[in-house]
């Protein structure tokens, strides 16, 4: 496949892969590798697998992907403001909110520039789980930022948490 760099990979089953996936044959079973090459591994081409046991594959560490940001006010609409509820959005879709655990002010003027405060060098923020309505039923979906500087590109973190909506980031950009 042409990912000879990669001394990792991660995989899981994932019945719901992709929309037609049921309709693909299954042509793999009992997959066992000696080694890290092909060559190495044996299989079976009959199977007694359901497509609940199909094999989603990563290879190597890849980054998550770069989220997007902005604001909800108390009423869960868009803000234009320097303040809201903390929302990231990634290019798939996903959207919700950004949990507190590990959260720095380094991060949050990370995030508001960002957002495109450039020109603040400060930044506030603070956990509430009641910052809008309906706030419960949004996802989770940033945990454990660390950025290393002011600017994004210096930040990791996890789109997987162990947090609860009372944990959600309502950030100001400024003063």
């Not at 081409?45 to 094999?55: K, L, M, Y």
């Not at 290879?59 to 006010?73: L, R």
């Not at 973190?157 to 100001?172: A, I, K, P, W, Y």
Request: proline share 4%; hydrophobic share 30%; net charge negative.
């Amino acid at each position: 496949m042409g990912f000879e760099e990669f001394e990792d990979a991660s995989w899981e089953s994932d019945g719901s892969f992709m929309e037609e996936q049921s309709s693909l044959p299954i042509v793999m079973d009992n997959l066992s590798c000696g080694g890290y090459d092909f060559s190495s591994c044996d299989f079976a081409t009959e199977h007694n697998c359901g497509h609940s046991e199909d094999v989603v594959l990563r290879c190597g560490s890849m980054p998550p992907p770069k989220p997007t940001f902005y604001f909800v006010d108390r009423n869960g609409d868009n803000s234009n403001d320097n303040y809201g509820l903390l929302i990231a959005t990634y290019q798939d879709g996903d959207s919700g909110t950004v949990c507190d655990d590990g959260f720095t002010t380094t991060n949050a003027i990370a995030i508001c520039r960002e957002m495109g405060f450039e020109e603040f060098e400060e930044a506030s923020w603070e956990s509430d789980g009641n910052s809008m309505a309906d706030q419960s039923s949004l996802p989770i979906v940033m945990d454990n930022l660390s950025c290393g500087g002011y600017d994004f590109s210096s930040c990791s973190f996890s789109t997987e948490h162990n947090c609860g909506h009372s944990e959600d980031v309502v950030l100001r950009c400024g003063p």
